[in-house]
């Protein structure tokens, strides 16, 4: 069994930082490309940013140059700094991995979310 446990979010006033951290254990024999989503009330689920096992990455236009993903193999765990935060940003933020398993079958994991409030 494999899962996703995140952890970093919380309430910042704008033009703050935080950062995500998600870590994943179980039975993984690897992990592929690793990103972060959000959502916020009323709105639907977007890409917030990816990176690929060889870390190459991807970033949303209203993000670009404030948010920086990474990931640390040896930890199986990926990062999602913010930076300069605005009110729009706030939303549950949430890790998804494609992650093969130890009997070799490759599936799409989620996290449980972390809220992520900016407001003065």
């Known amino acids: 069994q494999v899962q996703l446990v995140e952890s970093g979010g919380g309430l910042v006033q704008p033009g703050g930082s935080l950062r995500l951290s998600c870590a994943a254990s179980?039975?993984?024999?690897?992990?592929?490309?690793m990103g972060w989503y959000r959502q916020a009330p009323g709105k639907q689920r977007e890409l917030v940013a990816v990176?690929?096992?060889?870390?190459?990455?991807n970033y949303a236009d209203s993000v670009k140059g404030r948010f920086t993903i990474s990931r640390d193999n040896a930890k199986n765990t990926v990062y999602l700094q913010m930076n300069s935060l605005k009110p729009e940003d706030t939303a549950v933020y949430t890790c998804?991995?494609?992650?093969?398993?130890?009997?070799?079958?490759?599936?799409?994991?989620w996290g449980q979310g972390t809220q992520v409030t900016v407001s003065s």
């Open positions: 998804n991995a494609y992650i093969t398993n130890v009997a070799r079958a490759t599936t799409n994991y």
């Open positions: 179980g039975s993984i024999s690897s992990i592929h490309a």
């Open positions: 990176i690929t096992s060889g870390g190459s990455t």
